[in-house]
């Protein structure tokens, strides 16, 4: 954000209600320095008012998405960039003794901006500073906090060793902590599951301000955790299973157009995707191309857990509708293919410490929406979705290919219920200019016959108010099904336990049974 901008803006919260009086916001603050006293770091350098200099660019630097840039009246009270954990634990206490709402940020990547916006006061705790990495390769495991990027854990496990990663997802900027709460996934989902998969152990700061670990907070608590979303406590740090990867991968992006007989090749991948061994992941990704002259075409982009005279054999047998050649693909490391999945110089691996504290995404406001497909859409189908894509401007559609591990593994495992029976997850993304979501939503209504029934399932982690919200006598069940399907009704339960005044509570969190 230009110097400017930041001015006009400082200016205008200075001239906002603040949501609660200066004496509350006061005793909050004096509250926070009472409770963090004994800390080895002291909590006023962590606390930031609209009267700092530094409110404005701490309070945006984590806005990803430019929708929520100018919500200036949702302001928060205070921002706590906590240090240390006993600024946790102070900022839990002290909201929860004020009747604040308290908004928990890591990367500020939830789409709906839920940790960060609210129409209520509240109180941001910002956990972005909160970023070491320990790395065993002995063991095979990582501890890692709360606000360390996925790129940050992808270079510290590269710096270690050539042969172990972690099945995360693809955006290095990423706060680690909000992926795992939404149960993230990545390309080496098909091989290894999903992160939450990968979970050995966590520590988190309960309702009572209490640090936490898996055997204290108990084995509900801990499932609860791996997908439930931010309901059950501040999580503090992550204990992961590192896994086994060959040091040589191969990396490939093809691009097929219409007149290339991309409609084909993309009714042969629903076939073919999740059948193919689980040492690969296509991910499909439609979209207008502006390297291609703004042309709407189909991208398949791939990492293979082997080399390329294996790879090739494979795909000409199993897939020989992509044409895939040698040239086409790269034989590197895994940490440099993070790299080329973000379109970077996978040489530059020090490009994944980057936070890219603006808006990620670009200038445009967006929206996303997600589906989960169980049986092949037909070629007409297809077709005709192409030319409905091809007609809006703005739209990507990412067809992201399951089975493999993930067939594997109960639905009740955790939280996250989406697993065998599923070809692939669809997340649809519309960057927008004239205030209008319409045309995404007919494309999402168009989807409707072709995706999951009963309910139409969706992913927590790609945020979607549409599909349902707490409050204004609305049922939470409608929004429950969806992300969690039976699942829902055990996270109300630990939720009922662990948290039955509902304090750490959002838009789509997991209500208690009295709620």
């Known amino acids: 954000m230009k110097p400017s901008s930041i001015a006009i803006l400082s200016a205008l919260l200075l001239l906002i ?9 006061d005793a909050f603050i004096q509250c926070l ?32 998405n430019s929708r929520f840039n100018t919500t200036i009246n949702r302001n928060p009270i205070a921002i706590i960039t906590a240090t240390h954990e006993t600024h946790v634990q102070a900022t839990v206490i002290c909201a929860k003794n004020h009747s604040l709402l308290l908004r928990i940020r890591s990367g500020g990547h939830d ?13 941001i705790l910002d956990m972005f500073s909160l970023r070491s990495i320990d790395i065993n390769i002995q063991a095979k495991t990582a501890w890692e906090q709360a606000g360390a990027t996925l790129g940050e854990l992808y270079y510290s496990i590269s710096q270690k060793s050539k042969v172990h990663a972690f099945p995360g997802g693809v955006c290095s900027s990423v706060a680690t902590s909000g992926h795992f709460i939404g149960a993230g996934y990545g390309n080496l989902l098909r091989k ?22 898996r055997k204290s907070m108990g084995e509900d608590v801990f499932w609860a955790i791996r997908g439930g979303g931010a ?32 409609i084909d090749i993309v009714y042969k991948w629903q076939e073919v995707a999740g059948k193919l061994p689980e040492d690969i992941f296509i991910r499909l990704k439609l979209q207008h ?7 709407f075409m189909g991208r398949f982009i791939a990492l293979y857990l082997g080399k390329i005279d294996t790879l090739l054999p494979m795909m000409n047998q199993r897939f020989s509708e992509l044409d895939l050649k040698q040239k086409d693909c790269i034989e590197t490391s895994w940490v440099e293919t993070t790299l080329l999945w973000q379109d970077m110089d996978p040489k530059q691996t020090n490009l994944l410490l980057d936070r890219k504290t603006t808006s990620t995404f670009g200038p445009s406001p967006f929206k996303v929406k997600s589906d989960y497909v169980k049986t092949s859409i037909a070629k007409p189908a297809l077709e005709e979705l192409w030319k409905k894509a091809d007609n809006t401007p703005g739209l990507a559609m990412e067809w992201n290919p399951y089975a493999g591990k993930m067939s594997h593994i109960p639905e009740s495992e955790t939280p996250f219920p989406h697993r065998a029976g599923c070809k692939f997850k669809i997340q649809y993304w519309y960057y927008y200019s004239n205030n209008t979501l319409e045309p995404l939503q007919k494309i999402y209504d168009f989807m409707a016959p072709y995706a999951s029934q009963s309910p139409r399932e969706a992913f927590l982690n790609y945020r979607d108010l549409d599909v349902g ?8 069940n409608v929004f429950g099904a969806k992300y969690f399907k039976g699942n829902f009704e055990r996270l109300r ?7 039955p005044g509902n304090f750490f509570r959002n838009e789509q969190s997991i209500p208690p049974l009295s709620a």
Request: charged fraction near 25%.
């Open 17 to 25: 209600p603040l949501g609660n009086s200066e004496p509350s916001k």
């Open 469 to 476: 919200t707490n409050g204004n006598g609305e049922d939470p």
């Open 33 to 64: 320095k009472n409770q963090a006293n004994m800390s080895l770091k002291p909590i006023s350098e962590a606390i930031f008012t609209a009267e700092s200099p530094l409110f404005v660019p701490t309070l945006f630097a984590y806005f990803r």
């Open 231 to 262: 309901s059950f406590g501040v999580i503090l740090s992550w204990n992961l299973k590192l896994v086994s990867i060959p040091e040589v991968v191969t990396f490939f992006k093809v691009d097929r157009a219409l007149e290339e007989g991309a």
């Open 111 to 123: 789409y709906e901006g839920l940790s960060y916006v609210s129409n209520e006061p509240f109180v």
């Open 192 to 213: 290894y599951g999903l992160t939450v998969d990968n979970i050995i152990d966590a520590k988190i700061v309960d309702v009572n301000g209490k640090i936490l670990n």
């Open 289 to 295: 191309w502006e390297e291609h002259g703004n042309k």
């Open 493 to 499: 339960k630990v939720k009922t336990e662990c948290d």
